[in-house]
């Protein structure tokens, strides 16, 4: 069983910057590799950003590259999602996700407004 918690939602204006974090209660940490998602108003949850067990691995949605960063550190179980340049089309329900094989663990999600 893997709980995630994730924190650092918030509202902020038009190209400033958030951080996300979401820390996991489990042992083995480095054996999951982990990921964002995201889910806007009216639509499907949404893929963000990954990055593998090691934290030497990182997949991003095309609508954030260049203005999100995924990172990790291992010895305290936590994920983070820097976001740079924040648009409102990024206003959504952030979503941590850690995975291994076929098994998920998904967060309650930390809500991020962003305002023109």
């Known amino acids: 069983q893997v709980q995630l918690v994730e924190s650092g939602g918030g509202l902020v204006q038009v190209e400033e910057s958030l951080r996300l974090s979401c820390e996991a209660s489990v042992r083995t940490f480095s054996s999951w590799n982990m990921g964002w998602f995201r889910q806007a108003p009216g639509k499907e949850r949404e893929f963000v950003a990954s990055?593998?067990?090691?934290?030497?691995?990182?997949n991003y949605a095309d609508s954030v590259k260049g203005r999100f960063t995924i990172s990790r550190d291992n010895a305290k179980n936590t994920v983070y999602l820097q976001m740079d340049y924040l648009k409102p089309e990024d206003t959504a329900v952030y979503y941590c996700n850690a995975a291994t094989g076929y098994i998920r663990y998904w967060g309650q999600g930390t809500q991020v407004i962003v305002s023109s």
């Open positions: 990055i593998n067990k090691s934290g030497t691995g990182t």
